[in-house]
């Protein structure tokens, strides 16, 4: 009460109503003070307990937290340990292809090295059985003899030329080149190609629809333009497909030509730069680029331009239906109804059959053909059908035998040359051609213009003497000849004998070849 | 320099379309003339003018000679309007459309051209492109009659063009891909066509006329047909001239095949006489898709009045649309024309 002492030292003892109130207010003060001080020591026990409350949650908290990251940790070493763990397996896997591939290399150099052996024994005893140097020898006879009847076969051809082609026949008997001898240093080296399809990672199954067939580059082919698959009901039923990676091994009385096929679209699609053009002569309902697109999409995915050639309308539309099926638009591409000649003359043709693939002018336009169908009208006593045939509709009316039981009606239709097709293109990535020995026409008048276009070219070729004349004239105008197959006849390859129907012919052109030399 | 959407014969909005190009000047080569752009053109492709009686009695003279042309220094005009001759007015429209066309391009400039003749348009809008938008360039030039298509070629190496870069084109255009019964003969007069020989009614009264002559005409043109492609008939191209022509079997493509390599084309130029009727309708979609400017000589007015039509209803900007046969009035000055005149735009493109 230092206050109240205070006071009271002031006032002293003469005011005695006066202090009394002054004690009496003072006693209010100090008891507003003391109110305070319990007031205020409540707030702070309060805030203090409200103090421990929230520490106590800020620990809870925290403990949840460290709970979490415990967690998290953990979770995160687990999956660590199944990464480590995947990878180590995966390594072992890679381990396990490699020693199997190492060991497939190991026995596969064996079986070559064993083979190479019993050929070079073979050759030394049949040197040693060969009668070198004895003319006279029956052997040696026996073989001169038979060169000399190929001989004679030929100048017969030279001089009769052959029935259907006439006057334009291929000119053979020029020995400037052997035909049992490369003209290009890799000429049929296959084992080139032994891993050009390496990088294809096909499934062993593909998925087909109802009505489809399917290949291992995952290409719908609608049955009905399959001539040899019939129309079975697992196809039409549709599902799942075994499919096979295209391959010459043990091919045997198979369909090597397909491999040559898409040997040459991977290799084009490869090389292709900035756009691929592909050109398919005789395209039937699409077969060839198709696949040189799917290849192309696998391998090298440029912008495309695909351009199909085909007299016969029905087969035209089974290309735009081909195109479709396989995710192609065709009102991107350059599909031409019409027969592809040396002129631009309408050629007589002929048209149906769609799909059998056999239908050429080679057979019914040369003018002996043509010679023929004057003789069979005239024959027929209906010359005054026939003109009015030809002149209101362009047909003579008279069928033709393409082969397969099959016929075609002989009309006129419009010819497209070489030249008209490359002209709108700078560059062509592969030409394909399979039009029925009309290659021996169409081809050779514009063997300047491919050479300045064209960069690589794949001709089935139909009757020796036409493939002869045609690998004659690439390699004589210095072209690389990649592959060079006769038709009609069995090859020996590295890896077994192969049957060829179509002949093979493949030539580089070297202005464009940089990539594949480098390469090889 | 563009006409906007729907304003037809807005002739003032190119006033100043040959602005920048200055006429050519220089000397020419004995036997050529020149236009503004400087394409040299041998005389001997428009010889039939002077020599043909009747056909252009302006030009006639029966004193034609090709040496009086060229050899000396000359300046050039660029084209007119005002008070054009058909020819003149023709020649106008197709150079503003070389030259709108040349400078729309963009990349590389593709300009096709119907019944090419001996390549006049080809090379005129090479030669515009040249001038305002230098391009790479493809030039693809339609023509059937074998003469024209060597003076083509000509026409292209005397103006600095490599033919064997385009893509000249020896076949017929039609509405379908079968061989059409055209008139092969009389190069430069460019009135070949087979609208008057093809169709059905021309095919079936060539078969009457030789089946009625009897056993041997109709020998004799079966002959013809199987053997050479060819009736063996001649038809006067041009009514009271000495113009034939022998109605031969040809070749035939359509504007499908045509545009089939390109994504874009710049200009596609016809002057077809009369078969345009039957060329365009057909691929009026595809047109749409890609070509940006298409200017078409007509023939006939019922032909100008449904390719109009057909263009202007399926959404195409009609730039220019005059009648053939006729004269016009415009504010750049009065003028006539022979051929019609069709331009129009594609809105898309």
């Known amino acids: 009460m230092n206050v109240l002492r205070i006071a009271k030292r002031m006032l002293g003892n003469s005011d005695q109503a006066a202090q009394t109130a002054i004690e009496a207010r003072l006693n209010e003060i100090i008891a507003g003070v003391a109110n305070q001080t319990e007031l205020i020591n409540q707030r702070l026990t309060e805030t203090i307990h409200g103090l421990d409350n929230q520490s106590q949650l800020i620990n809870q908290r925290m403990s949840e937290n460290v709970q979490g990251l415990d967690n998290q940790s953990e979770a995160f070493t687990n999956s660590l340990d199944k990464l480590v763990q995947g990878i180590q397996n995966q390594s072992e896997r890679l381990s396990n292809k490699l020693d199997k591939l190492i060991e497939g290399q190991q026995a596969h150099l064996q079986l070559v090295g064993s083979k190479l052996d019993g050929l070079d024994d073979g050759i030394k005893s049949q040197s040693q059985a060969l009668p070198i140097g004895n003319p006279s020898h029956p052997l040696i006879e026996q073989h001169n003899e038979h060169d000399a009847g190929i001989a004679r076969t030929i100048r017969a051809i030279d001089a009769k030329g052959n029935p259907l082609i006439g006057p334009k026949e291929v000119t053979v008997g020029n020995d400037e080149f052997d035909d049992d001898m490369p003209s290009s240093p890799d000429e049929n080296r296959l084992e080139r190609f032994q891993y050009i399809f390496e990088s294809i990672l096909a499934p062993p199954e593909v998925e087909a629809p109802p009505g489809f067939l399917v290949d291992f580059m995952g290409i719908l082919l609608d049955s009905r333009f399959a001539t040899s698959s019939g129309h079975d009901a697992e196809i039409a039923a549709g599902g799942s497909r075994r499919v096979t990676i295209p391959t010459l091994r043990e091919n045997y009385n198979a369909d090597s030509e397909w491999w040559f096929e898409t040997v040459d679209w991977f290799v084009a699609a490869l090389e292709a730069r900035g756009q691929f053009v592909m050109v398919s002569l005789g395209a039937s309902y699409g077969a060839q680029p198709v696949g040189a697109y799917k290849a192309l999409q696998m391998v090298n995915p440029l912008p495309v331009k695909l351009v199909a050639v085909e007299a016969d309308p029905q087969s035209c539309n089974r290309i735009r239906q081909h195109f479709r099926d396989n995710g192609i638009n065709p009102e991107d591409h350059w599909i031409v109804q019409a027969a592809v000649s040396d002129t631009a003359e309408p050629v007589l043709f002929p048209i149906g059959a769609s799909g059998l693939g056999s239908n050429n002018c080679v057979s019914t336009n040369e003018p002996k053909a043509r010679d023929i169908w004057i003789e069979t009208i005239k024959r027929n006593g209906d010359a005054t059908s026939a003109l009015e045939n030809l002149i209101r509709y362009g047909s003579t009316g008279l069928m033709h035998n393409i082969g397969g039981g099959c016929s075609g009606e002989v009309k006129f239709v419009s010819a497209i040359t070489v030249a008209d097709l490359l002209s709108p293109f700078d560059k062509v990535d592969l030409l394909e051609c399979d039009i029925q020995q009309s290659e021996i026409v169409a081809l050779p008048p514009y063997l300047d213009l491919l050479r300045r276009k064209v960069k690589r070219i794949h001709i089935g070729t139909h009757g020796e003497d036409v493939h002869r004349s045609l690998h004659r004239m690439f390699a004589k105008a210095g072209w690389d000849v990649v592959f060079n197959y006769k038709p009609n006849a069995t090859h020996q390859s590295p890896w077994g004998r192969i049957r060829i129907n179509d002949g093979v012919l493949t030539v580089q052109n070297p202005d464009f070849s940089t990539v594949s030399r480098n390469r090889n | ?349």
């Open chain 2, 1 to 349: 320099m563009e006409a906007p959407r729907n304003n037809i014969n807005d002739l003032e909005h190119f006033r100043n379309v040959f602005e920048g190009v200055k006429p050519w000047s220089g000397y020419v080569p004995p036997r050529f003339i020149v236009d503004f752009l400087g394409s040299l053109i041998d005389i001997e492709f428009n010889s039939m003018w002077f020599t043909e009686p009747g056909l252009n009695p302006a030009a006639y003279n029966p004193d034609f000679s090709p040496e009086k042309f060229g050899g000396e220094h000359q300046e050039t005009a660029l084209p007119h309007i005002a008070n054009a001759t058909a020819p003149e007015a023709e020649a106008w429209f197709e150079a503003v459309d070389w030259m709108v066309s040349a400078r729309e391009a963009r990349g590389r400039y593709i300009m096709i051209t119907l019944g090419a003749n001996y390549g006049t348009q080809a090379v005129g809008a090479y030669r515009a492109l040249q001038t305002v938008n230098p391009l790479p360039y493809k030039l693809v030039a339609v023509e059937p009659v074998p003469g024209n298509l060597e003076w083509i070629k000509r026409h292209m190496r005397n103006n600095g063009i490599d033919p064997d870069k385009q893509w000249i084109v020896p076949l017929a255009i039609s509405d379908k891909i079968d061989p059409v019964l055209f008139p092969i003969g009389a190069p430069g007069f460019g009135a070949n066509n087979c609208y008057s020989t093809n169709e059905h009614a021309a095919r079936a009264q060539y078969a009457r006329e030789f089946i009625t002559s009897g056993t041997a005409a109709t020998a004799e043109a079966l002959h013809n047909l199987l053997l050479n492609n060819t009736t063996g008939l001649q038809k006067t191209l041009l009514p009271g001239h000495n113009v034939k022509a022998e109605i031969k079997l040809v070749s035939s493509i359509t504007l499908h095949e045509l545009l089939g390599p390109f994504e874009i084309v710049d200009l596609l130029e016809s002057d077809i006489q009369q078969s345009e009727i039957l060329v365009f309708p057909p691929f009026i979609d595809l047109l749409r898709r890609k070509v940006r400017r298409i200017h078409i000589g007509t023939h006939g007015e019922d032909v100008h009045v449904a390719l109009h039509n057909l263009f202007a209803d399926s959404g195409w900007d009609v730039i220019f649309s005059y009648k053939p046969n006729a004269k016009h009035e415009s504010s750049l000055g009065n003028f006539e024309t022979n051929d019609g005149v069709l331009t129009v735009r594609n809105p898309d493109l």
